[in-house]
């Protein structure tokens, strides 16, 4: 078998075959990025420096967040939260299954337990009222995901959280940039804290990273202090108040994010396009229906997914398409049904009708910036042929 690399899905060793392997994802440098990080290689600070504050101040703004911490990762992020709000053994968190397997170990890290309920059916996004229906006196904390860089109903959720005198994290891993109404994630009065993430298959990347903003001064402190292996604020290397972490970013990584940030507009644009010529190329597909995207909503796309109809055969469709040098991804795999979930709670599918369906028929198609319109054209065609042989 070929080995592909995760980060970048085009780099396939050993492959005989004459047509390129199209990309899965792609990060997008320019020669800005590479000037931020040679000037840090050159400067004697690499880590807890400049460019992180840079970074930081630089994202708040864009967002609109008080406040901002650079982390190590996403997961990282969502983990200082799960600290932070006190989540323990016997907590409860409600979440949802279709997301990346991040948002709900993190809450397995403290001992609590994920609490899964189902998603809307049109966006995958958690559903409020099955939400509000969960909530028992153990319930510490929402936990929702912009699925894709889809917003979900923070408004609702927010709502239902503020009733409850719990905190509500808002798992925005996926979705930098994303906007409802004209409000971006992360900006004051959404959630309790957001959390982005910078892995290189994300809108922007620093390698690794992550960060968490939030409007409450006290959330934003502690974070930085279990970034920073527990430390209090001020000058005192040796002074651990708390058990912390490090989970702090390097200086490298900070420059490549202060880089890739200046560029999230022509970034942000470059996924739109190509997510557009998905559209129009996929949307008349017998079979396919394409990710819809909710009124007012500024989706900031993070993959480009589309739904095939129950009768055809996802798993093979996707078997076919690699045969053609064209990778895919079931994105998401619900986490209830990954083997470590199965085995630790006893799932056994049935628990979630409408994530398990999504999860069986959706499909993450090769996405970037720099995805050609004559790749989308060869990616869409082997799709249409794929689904013809595998319906039925
Ligand atoms: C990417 C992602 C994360 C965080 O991932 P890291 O690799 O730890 O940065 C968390 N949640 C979701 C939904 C994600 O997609």
């Not at 967002?63 to 911490?69: D, E, K, L, N, Y």
């Not at 279709?98 to 559903?127: G, K, M, T």
């Not at 912009?146 to 709502?159: Q, W």
């Not at 630790?344 to 999860?359: D, K, Q, S, W």
Request: aromatic share 8%.
């Amino acid at each position: 078998m070929d080995r592909i690399n995760e980060n970048t899905g085009g780099i396939s060793i050993g492959s005989k075959a004459k047509r390129p392997m199209v990309a899965l994802a792609r990060p997008d440098i320019g020669e800005l990025e590479i000037a931020l990080v040679n000037r840090v290689l050159r400067s004697d600070f690499l880590s807890m420096g400049e460019m992180t504050r840079e970074f930081e101040r630089a994202l708040a703004a864009y967002v609109g967040a008080p406040h901002a911490v650079a982390v190590s990762s996403g997961t990282a992020g969502l983990h200082c939260l799960a600290c932070c709000f006190g989540l323990g053994p016997e907590d409860e968190v409600i979440t949802t299954s279709f997301s990346f397997v991040a948002s709900s170990n993190v809450a397995l890290y403290e001992r609590a337990r994920p609490v899964f309920v189902d998603i809307e059916p049109e966006q995958f996004c958690l559903d409020p009222d099955l939400v509000q229906a969960a909530i028992t006196p153990r319930t510490r904390a929402i936990l929702a995901v912009d699925v894709f860089g889809h917003p979900c109903r923070l408004d609702r959720l927010k709502a239902i959280a503020d009733e409850h005198g719990i905190p509500l994290i808002d798992d925005a891993c996926e979705a930098l940039g994303a906007e409802r109404n004209g409000v971006k994630l992360g900006a004051p009065g959404q959630a309790s804290a957001a959390v982005f993430a910078f892995f290189p298959n994300k809108q922007i990347t620093t390698g690794e990273g992550g960060m968490v903003v939030t409007d409450d001064d006290r959330i934003a402190a502690m974070c930085r202090s279990l970034r920073n292996q527990g430390r209090g604020e001020g000058d005192h290397w040796l002074l651990h108040e708390r058990l912390g972490f490090n989970y702090r970013m390097d200086e490298l990584s900070a420059a490549l994010g202060v880089g890739q940030l200046r560029r999230i507009e022509d970034l942000l644009q470059g996924r739109d396009q190509v997510a557009d010529l998905y559209r129009q190329r996929l949307s008349g597909v017998t079979g396919v229906t394409v990710y819809p995207v909710a009124p007012g909503v500024r989706m900031s796309w993070f993959v480009y997914v589309v739904r095939l109809d129950a009768a055809i055969d996802r798993d093979r469709v996707a078997r076919r398409l690699a045969r053609c040098d064209i990778p895919t991804r079931p994105y998401f795999q619900p986490i209830h049904l990954q083997p470590f979930y199965r085995e630790r709670f006893g799932y056994r599918g049935g628990e979630l009708p409408v994530t398990e369906a999504a999860g069986r028929s959706c499909l993450a198609l090769p996405f970037h910036t720099r995805l050609t319109a004559g790749e989308v054209d060869r990616v869409a065609a082997a799709l249409e042929e794929a689904i013809v042989a595998c319906s039925g």
